[in-house]
């Protein structure tokens, strides 16, 4: 019986040491090389220096003196786009690393400048950003160009351009790019006149442009075509309600609906409104756009349709066309939708739109 005892704690000390060789062992971590390597990374502080080091932080304090600074430790790769908090918009508050980072690279750190308060109507932010690698002083990425920091009107397309607001919240009668939006214009009074119908890049230059006639004069003299119908910009109906019937009837002619539900008193909704004049000039004729407040009985049925689909975030945008229209009626379920604002639902604005049509135009080719 004594020997059985024995024979049976033998068997259990060869199945725990068997066992036990299941199981990965963890490494033991050598703690000095960690903080060895933990010592060459750079600092904060000595991230913000060496952005300070460059001409276009440099011309950007010229700009603001009392602009804001951060940092923050990314995990770099490339292709991705980070965000630095306190940006008025997602335009200008993200870079993409260069494209010859890859996953093997230390992190880095993005160092963020920009002058103005988010959280108010009457004036925008700008930024300047630039990417660092975390153990070198390698600037990675910058943002954005020099000419656009030096050059209040350059820009390279119309949506680099927008209308400034005084501190009063008044629009100017001018048209400047996203770096000096921050700064208004002078004289204050100017800004008290209605606004421009539109802002356009024309000649790398931001302008004022005042009716349609002029806005065509001014794409010929770039010798700039509009294709397949879109010659001129989509009209704005800022009245509803709007039927289903009368979308239907713009589905048969292959146009789409663009509804754009907002509340006044939303930031999102300010950050996304400026970004309609580039829906205006992409799909022209091609596509109607319903500006209407959301909290209103105006914007039904599209608003009752956006709640029943989840959306709960202002702004909220609807496209309607040909795919979401079928023997005389509206299937909700095609309907291309977006909530809120940011850099990723502009592009779904376009690319929404764009699933709409049975013949999709040529501007289309980069979003399908």
């Known amino acids: 019986m004594e020997?059985?005892?024995?024979?049976?704690?033998?068997l259990a000390i060869i199945g725990i040491v068997l066992i036990s060789g299941c199981v990965e062992e963890k490494p033991e971590v050598n703690e000095s090389i960690n903080e060895t390597l933990d010592q060459t990374k750079i600092t904060k502080e000595q991230a913000i220096a060496i952005a300070n080091s460059t001409i276009e932080v440099q011309e950007f304090l010229k700009l603001y003196p009392d602009a804001n600074v951060s940092a923050i430790e990314v995990n770099g790769s490339f292709g991705i786009v980070y965000r630095v908090y306190g940006?008025?918009?997602?335009r200008f508050a993200n870079v993409t690393f260069a494209p010859d980072i890859n996953y093997s690279d230390p992190p880095g750190w993005l160092a963020a400048y920009w002058k103005g308060d988010v959280l108010s109507f009457s004036r925008y932010s700008s930024a300047v950003r630039v990417g660092i690698n975390a153990k070198s002083d390698k600037i990675l990425a910058k943002y954005p160009k020099l000419e656009y920091i030096k050059n209040s009107k350059y820009c390279e397309k119309?949506?680099?351009c927008s209308t400034p607001k005084d501190e009063h919240g008044y629009?100017?009668?001018?048209?400047v790019n996203f770096i000096h939006l921050a700064k208004g214009v002078n004289p204050v009074d100017s800004c008290r006149m209605p606004a421009p119908l539109n802002c356009k890049c024309i000649n790398n230059t931001c302008t004022a442009v005042t009716n349609k006639t002029e806005i065509q004069s001014k794409e010929d003299?770039?010798?700039?075509?509009?294709?397949?119908?879109i010659n001129k910009s989509s009209e704005i109906i800022n009245s509803g309600p709007i039927a289903k019937g009368t979308v239907i009837n713009l589905a048969s002619e292959d146009k789409v609906a663009f509804f754009f539900l907002y509340n006044p008193g939303c930031i999102h909704c300010s950050r996304a409104e400026v970004h309609i004049p580039e829906i205006q000039e992409m799909f022209g004729g091609r596509v109607i756009i319903y500006k209407l407040l959301v909290r209103s009985p105006e914007s039904e049925p599209w608003k009752q349709m956006a709640k029943d689909s989840g959306l709960s975030s202002y702004p909220f945008t609807l496209s309607v066309g040909h795919k979401s229209t079928k023997n005389g009626t509206v299937d909700e379920s095609k309907i291309g939708m977006t909530q809120s604002s940011g850099s990723s639902k502009y592009l779904q604005w376009k690319e929404n739109i764009c699933k709409q049509f049975k013949d999709q135009p040529s501007v289309c080719d980069d979003y399908l």
């Open 3 to 10: 020997n059985g005892k024995i024979l049976i704690g033998i």
């Open 87 to 90: 940006i008025d918009d997602d």
């Open 158 to 160: 119309d949506s680099d």
């Open 171 to 175: 629009a100017c009668w001018d048209c």
């Open 221 to 229: 003299e770039e010798n700039t075509s509009n294709q397949e119908g």
